[in-house]
């Protein structure tokens, strides 16, 4: 059974930092991309970042670029999202996903998904 567990959300007052982590289990991660995908309340979801774990190639939304950093870990079969200089509008729910296509930007193409976890940048 394909499982995505996301952790590492929380309240952060703005600037602060936060490390995501998504647990695969069920997965040979080389065959798949990675995503990070998030949705906050009243918006669409949107990907923020992605690595196509066989070339490592990977993707940045212009709003988190030079800001948050992915990476993997391949011992672990886990992915990390490493949130810095956060800002108010980084609030929301974030979501691992994985699909078999590679880097994509269209939320409609990954097919598994975690259940979320809530990142809130609040002073």
């Excluded at 007052?13 to 309340?41: E, H, K, T």
Aim: glycine fraction near 10%; aromatic fraction near 10%; hydrophobic fraction near 35%.
């Amino acid at each position: 059974q394909k499982q995505l567990v996301e952790s590492g959300g929380g309240l952060v007052q703005p600037g602060g930092s936060l490390r995501l982590s998504c647990a695969a289990s069920g997965f040979i991660l080389d065959y798949y991309a990675m995503g990070w995908v998030r949705q906050a309340p009243g918006k669409e979801r949107e990907v923020v970042s992605c690595i196509d774990v066989s070339d490592g190639s990977t993707y940045y939304a212009d709003s988190v670029k030079g800001r948050f950093t992915i990476s993997l870990d391949n011992a672990e079969n886990t992915v990390h999202l490493q949130m810095n200089s956060l800002k108010s509008e980084d609030t929301a729910v974030y979501y691992c996903a994985a699909n078999r296509l590679g880097v994509v930007v269209t939320t409609t193409r990954y097919e598994y998904w975690g259940q979320g976890t809530q990142v809130t940048v609040s002073s």
